[in-house]
């Protein structure tokens, strides 16, 4: 078990790889020259000079690549124009918000969605079927950040149970009650959607499971329905949801911009979207590599818990 | 094509999702010729007015322009991007999917790295990354949500034509002369349409949501310019206040999706060739019983008696009369042997016994099934459960499908151990031990902690009769237990059966396809063809000297060992469909014997002495003793 | 002119790995030096159990799988180049899963013309005075060539694809498993066509399959394999009812037959050796109940006899 997860740390060193090389050659689609594009309008000449110069992008494009590299490795991301800050600080500070918000919804959409996918399975065409496919169905046509500023305005504004935005309160104490009231509502609209998505699939796996032949071996044995389908037919559908899971936890974390858009989250993607727009690109780079560092690494946990699951996977 | 239609609007649905998106197509397409007024006019003394005001029937927005004409020109405009980058993810996601799946080796290694890369990005995290480079603009969030869907093609459409490359027509076609290029476009390609068909309608919804999103950011379409997404951004600031500007433009983002998405699971419904088999619905635990209360009367002491059974598939308006009239009866100790080709209903007969019968779409019509007495059909599920595995158990055919593939060998023993009472751990343990002795597996205790994956075929045939034998039940149907098994290895599953019937004194009903194992096994043979019994009796006699005129074909049309090169008495002809039966003997067509008589009615099942039946108007003259 | 086959030491090994993730990587081998010589106009059976290598032996013969090493010689000619298009002219290949070789979205017609277009660069006149004659030798109606492979129930989609191999005009079929997926009343119809195919037609047939009776049926020789490798090779009439390897006569004697009681004399409960760690000298030795010391250490060699049987065995049954 140790060997298998060391391997597969070993093996997620080449897609980090990738990764860093995707995100170099985006930016280097940048039209003109990067200095200027960096800089935007703090662009002097002399700065413009200083920072090719730093940056080393003076030098050919595979040299520019392993100074990049090599600077991340130290730590050093870059300094960020517009917040006068040093990237990597900027992004330690703001990942634990969006990480907090994801987290959560993502716990949410796994338990809503797998619970919700395997029930509507086993009544299949029963009301309770139909209700859960119709809700999955709107939630996965509702745009997030729709369904985000509707909560705000009937929730917050309407029934004033929960406050409109912000990750804390702007006075008063910073516990945990606060926290949860203010993580409510983006957290469940981040969830909609891969909630369904989830749903869908994990209904569609566990019909397919229960048409399986050892389904039928189980009934013969004699076993509950209950047996049958929440420990035989369930465990055999998460094989295939379970990747599923990993990759909506992408959409999830990722999907986070547009609810700390909405909700002024103080997250990573708000920076992001705000640094894209005053053409920020080092914050930009920088939040882009780390994220996807991490959701790498999150998916090495998929990984192990799969073949924790399912041992014809081979370690 | 009329049947796609067909088939698509029974869902009424998905019917309903194409009359409303068909709606707004019309609308977006039309948008040009209404006379809406100009999206893009500022009148600030008129911001924020209400739906149906004066002069603006939804409303204007924080500008002052008219809602309904932005919106329809929005919606115009999202779904043109959303459409677009589908097309070109498709496109250009199948390309690489199928080069990568048809070429496999180190191609297919090279691109799917590559893949994967891109997979690695959180979904829009890559989507922002590409904006934050190209710029913002609609045309830039239009290819960066493309690239960012090309992944999800490439790796469906490379699953999908790896399965493909591996069937056999693919090499029957290189065997024909076809180059590559040749067998990709002719053979791999209209194989592949359909997924690439049913991947596209079910992302278009979400293509569309993304480059909306985009533009919600403010990184898509640019002011004044708006689809749907930049008209939600840019009222986001007046939620509180003026509602109604962000609802008009969301309503109609979930109504399109909506409608694409219903549209798109009708036609994965149409495409996806399993709904044509009717096999799209879960079984329930039991098979349903729909009969008259049965008159059986007959409390003899037989074990288990099938009495004038009848089970049928309803499959839409169809309806397949799988068994038809089969009466049989094992005594306690006895084995019963059941012969008959694919579609006989031999396997129906067996399962419909502990109602296993997979049930949409099968029913059990007519008939019972007296076991020690009492009728199994009467029975609901809850108290039929009580004998399943312990009075009546299974030993199917194909033993890797048949166990769990999640669960230990150990685990699926004890289960059905303690399935009707909690025995302790070590007991359990102890009886899983000796169950896997009796089936003779060498080194038990170590297979006890083994995956059925890690087992051979005929390891796995045991566990599967362990498990059967786990509650000492008084009979045990084994469905074709060594049809999927090498003949090395059936001899050995067949000789443990034996064994186990001399043991335990179990009932055995064994089906098979073979004359062979049912001479070496079975005491007493059924004969099946198209769903009735034909033929009934001792093996012995039946094999010697046989009535019905299709036995005596089956038997002289398998070649026997030990005979050395010779020509074969084939039966001319094939099974009449399932679908389709004569009105008269089934096997009339084929017959040599056939007169004019076997065409025109049923025929009856007669008795012909020294325990024999058979159906048939002009049997074969059998030998006496 | 009728043709022979012979191959020369073929063998095929398969690279593996013991992980996903496990970098060692070793080869398995599927196909272990196999020596054949098919005379012309033979019928040639193999038979084997599922697993033994008898479908990757046959793919290489087609040019479907590329050989290690070793050689194919087809009337005298080597054929070392694995190209279907090469092979196909000389030898083609029946499947064993009927439906599954014909392509489902290409009607009957399209999937019989492929080889006389791509091969033989036919006219459509011609093409379709080809057709009839390959219809008539098969028994199929004409009008069943406007029809979807779907349509068709297994016996008639296996005349389908015995004539489009024909239509290729080789000289040699490969027959994987031809019956095997087939309805018992439905196989003795198809193996007698085959019979009247050969005569007709002038064919050479490797005759594959693990049923050992149908076999023993339709061959002239019998070629018996286990583990990758020939243990046996006989005359049908003799090599079941004399058998002189030790595995060749378990296959006779765990056949189910009409009447035979059941008989078992092996260590009961063994099994294929593992493909992963195989077993050093005899691969049987360990299933075989007249095993001595020798076995489990020497490989056996392969002795032919004056009648052109041969068997590679240490202790062979007299």
């Known amino acids: 078990m140790i060997g298998y997860i060391l391997k597969r740390l070993v093996s997620a060193i080449p897609v980090l790889i990738g990764i860093s090389i995707i995100v170099f050659i985006i930016m280097a689609l940048i039209p003109g020259d990067p200095a200027t594009a960096i800089l935007g309008s703090f662009a002097t000449p002399e700065n413009v000079e200083k920072l090719n110069r730093d940056l080393g992008l003076d030098k050919p494009m595979i040299q520019r690549y392993f100074i990049w590299l090599g600077n991340m490795l130290q730590g050093d991301f870059g300094r960020s124009f517009s917040l006068n800050k040093d990237v990597l600080d900027e992004i330690l500070e703001r990942f634990g918000a969006t990480l907090i918000l994801a987290g959560v919804s993502f716990v949410l959409c796994s338990v809503l969605g797998v619970v919700a996918g395997a029930l509507s399975a086993s009544r299949q065409f029963a009301i309770t079927d139909k209700l859960i496919t119709l809700s999955v169905l709107i939630g996965i046509s509702i745009p997030s950040f729709f369904l985000g500023m509707m909560m705000i305005l009937f929730f917050s504004v309407q029934l004033r149970w929960f406050p409109v935005s912000g990750m804390w309160p702007i006075y008063g104490t910073r516990d945990i009650a606060a926290l949860l009231s203010h993580l409510f509502l983006p957290a469940v609209a981040l969830s909609v959607v891969a909630t369904g998505v989830i749903a869908r699939l994990s209904r569609s796996a566990m019909l397919e499971v229960l048409r399986q032949d050892f389904i039928r071996t189980a009934r013969a044995k004699g076993l509950s329905e209950t047996r049958v389908i929440w420990r035989h037919a369930l465990k055999a559908a998460m094989v295939s949801v379970i990747p599923v899971l990993g990759v909506q936890a992408g959409f999830v974390l990722s999907g986070a911009v547009y609810i700390e858009m909405v909700f002024q989250w103080p997250g990573v993607g708000r920076m992001l979207v705000e640094a894209i727009l005053k053409r920020d690109i080092l914050l930009v780079q920088g939040g882009v590599v780390f994220v996807a560092a991490c959701y790498v690494m999150f998916n090495i946990i998929v990984d192990i818990i799969q073949s924790l699951l399912d041992p014809r996977i081979k370690i | 094509m009329t049947r796609f239609i067909a088939l698509f609007a029974r869902s009424q649905l998905a019917f309903f999702g194409l009359i409303v998106l068909s709606f707004i197509l019309l609308l977006a397409i039309f948008t040009p010729f209404l006379p809406l007024n100009d999206p893009n006019v500022i009148d600030t003394s008129n911001r924020f007015k209400l739906p149906f005001s004066e002069g603006a029937i939804l409303g204007t927005d924080h500008l002052g322009r008219d809602l309904l004409s932005r919106l329809l020109w929005g919606t115009r405009l999202s779904i043109a991007v959303g459409l677009c980058a589908a097309i070109i993810a498709a496109f250009i996601g199948s390309a690489i999917g199928i080069t990568a799946g048809y070429y496999g080796g180190h191609a297919d290694n090279f691109i799917m790295r590559g893949v994967d890369m891109l997979m690695a990005f959180p979904y829009i995290l890559l989507a922002l990354a590409i904006v934050a480079a190209l710029g913002p603009g609609l045309m830039n969030a239009l290819i960066a949500v493309a690239i960012v869907n090309i992944p999800f ?354 009932a055995l009903v064994f089906i098979t396809h073979d004359f062979g194992v049912i001479s070496q096994i079975c005491d007493k043979v059924a004969v099946m063809y198209a769903g009735k019994v034909v033929e009934i009796g001792p093996t012995a006699k039946i094999l010697d000297s046989p009535a019905h005129p299709y036995t005596a074909r089956l038997k002289s049309c398998v070649p026997e060992l030990g005979q050395g090169k010779r020509n074969l008495l084939a039966i001319p002809g094939f099974p009449p469909m399932i679908d389709n039966m004569p009105s008269g003997c089934a096997f009339a067509s084929r017959c040599q014997k056939v007169k004019q008589n076997c065409y025109l009615t049923a025929v009856d099942f007669t008795n012909i002495g020294q325990e024999r039946g058979v159906r048939c108007l002009f049997p074969e003259e059998i030998k006496a003793g | 002119m009728v043709s022979s086959l012979e191959f020369d030491k073929l063998s095929k090994k398969f690279p593996a790995r013991k992980g996903a993730l496990s970098l060692s990587k070793f080869e398995v081998t599927a196909v272990n030096t196999v020596s054949l010589k098919i005379k012309p106009g033979e019928t040639f059976g193999l038979v084997g159990e599922s697993g033994c290598g008898k479908s990757t032996l046959a793919k290489m013969l087609v040019g479907l799988l590329k050989p290690t090493s070793g050689r194919i010689i087809i009337d005298g000619e080597i054929f070392d180049k694995s190209d279907p298009k090469i092979f196909g002219k000389k030898i083609q290949y029946v499947f064993q899963d009927p439906i599954s070789s014909l392509n489902p979205r290409k009607t009957i017609r399209q999937i019989i013309e492929a080889p006389l277009k791509n091969l033989h660069g ?156 195989p077993p050093i000298g005899c691969a049987f030795s360990e299933r075989c109940v007249f095993a001595k010391e020798l076995c489990s250490k020497e490989t056996p060699i392969f002795h032919e006899s004056k009648n052109g049987s041969a068997v590679s065995c240490h202790y062979p049954i007299n």
């Open chain 2, 153 to 506: 093609f490439a790796r469906n459409i490379r699953g999908v034509t790896i399965g493909i490359v591996h069937r056999e027509f693919v090499d029957a076609a290189r065997l024909s002369g076809m180059s590559n290029t040749k067998i990709i476009i002719t053979e791999i390609l209209p194989n592949v349409f359909p997924v690439i068909v049913i991947a596209m309608s079910t992302t278009v919804g979400w293509m569309i949501l993304e480059t909306a999103g985009l533009s919600f950011l403010g990184l898509g379409s640019q002011p004044p310019q708006a689809d749907l997404g930049s008209m939600l951004g840019e009222a986001r600031a007046a939620i509180i206040t003026s509602p109604h500007t962000s609802v008009v433009p969301g309503i109609m983002i979930l109504i399109i999706v909506m409608a694409i998405n219903l549209v798109g699971d009708g036609v994965r419904d149409v495409l996806d060739p399993r709904l044509k088999s009717g096999a799209l619905s879960t079984p329930r635990s039991t098979t349903e019983v729909s009969k008259n209360k049965s008159n059986t009367g007959l409390k003899n002491q037989i074990l288990l008696s099938i009495n004038a059974l009848k089970t049928e598939f309803r499959i839409g308006d169809r309806i397949l009369k799988a068994v038809d009239d089969v009466s049989l009866t094992v005594d306690k100790g006895q084995c019963l042997g059941i012969i008959g080709e694919s579609g006989s209903g031999k396997s129906v007969t067996a399962l419909s016994v502990m109602r296993l019968v997979s049930s949409p779409p099968g029913v059990i019509t007519n008939g019972s099934i007296d076991f020690n007495g009492g009728d199994l059909l009467e029975l609901s599920s809850e108290d039929l459960r009580a004998f399943r595995g312990k009075k009546i158990s299974y030993v199917f055919q194909d033993p890797l499908s048949t166990l769990h593939p999640l669960y230990t060998v150990g685990q699926q023993l004890s289960e059905a151990i303690q399935s009707n009472s909690y025995v302790g751990k070590s007991e359990k343990n102890k009886k899983a031990l000796e169950l896997l002795k009796a089936v003779r597996i060498s080194n038990p205790e170590k297979r006890l902690n083994s995956y059925p994956h890690e087992l051979s075929g005929g390891m796995r045939q045991r566990i599967g009769i362990a498990m059967a034998l786990a509650n000492d039940p008084d009979i045990i149907i084994a469905d074709e237990p060594t049809t999927a098994l090498d003949v090395t290895v059936q001899a050995q599953i067949l000789k443990l059966f034996q064994d186990l019937r001399r043991e335990k004194g179990l």
């Open chain 3, 122 to 277: 036919m006219k459509r006149p011609n093409r379709d005075t080809r057709i009839k004659e390959l219809f008539d030798a098969v028994n199929l109606r004409l009008d069943f060539l406007d029809r979807y492979p779907h349509e068709f129930s297994g016996g008639q989609a296996q005349r389908i694809g015995i004539a489009r191999a024909l239509a290729a005009e080789p000289k040699i079929l490969v027959l994987d498993e031809p019956v095997s997926a087939l309805d018992v009343s439905i196989q003795a119809q198809v193996l007698n066509l085959l019979e009247e195919l050969k005569e007709k037609f002038g064919l050479t047939y490797f005759f594959i399959s693990h049923d050992l009776s149908v076999v023993e049926a339709v061959s002239d020789r019998v070629a018996v394999m286990y583990f990758g490798s020939i243990v046996e090779v006989g005359t049908a009439k003799e090599i079941f009812s004399k058998p002189k390897h030790p595995y060749t006569k378990l296959l006779a004697d765990s056949a189910p037959v009409i009447g035979k009681p059941l008989t078992l004399n092996e260590k009961s409960g063994y099994e294929l050796p593992d493909i992963l760690n």
